[in-house]
């Protein structure tokens, strides 16, 4: 994958040439997209921590739990698959570090909701 960073119009000519050179004649596909920054590992791991915290006081799956966190943070999204319109659950890794932040405070509301206490997140000193 090449990762062109469109910050100036000499950037932005640079990334047409690049673009046009990979379609090429074969007129191959070439997606452009918002670069999102991936959740921190340590967001990751906090996030998955509460759900198992959670899942293992209710008694349902953790993917369960996740499942339910991200469709009430992110809602369903909707794609073609086999030339057919489904529904699907979020990818959270698509939704950067503000993303693990809202699965984070949502995790939380569940728990609230549940009865579950949760620990508090811990912040690294600077």
């Excluded at 991200?70 to 503000?98: N, Q």
Aim: glycine residues 10%; without cysteine; hydrophobic residues 45%.
């Amino acid at each position: 994958m090449k990762v062109f960073p469109i910050n100036s119009r000499e950037a932005k000519d640079r990334a047409l040439q690049a673009v046009m050179k990979i379609m090429g004649a074969d007129g191959l596909e070439v997606i452009i997209r918002k670069r999102v920054e991936s959740g921190s590992k340590e967001q990751q791991a906090w996030f998955n921590m509460l759900v198992k915290m959670i899942a293992d006081d209710t008694g349902n799956a953790p993917e369960a739990i996740k499942a339910h966190v991200k469709i009430e943070a992110f809602g369903m999204e909707t794609g073609i698959v086999a030339g057919r319109t489904v529904e699907y659950i979020p990818r959270s890794d698509l939704h950067g570090m503000k993303g693990f932040s809202q699965l984070i405070e949502g995790t939380y509301r569940l728990g609230a909701e549940l009865g579950i206490v949760l620990p508090e997140p811990r912040v690294k000193a600077a």
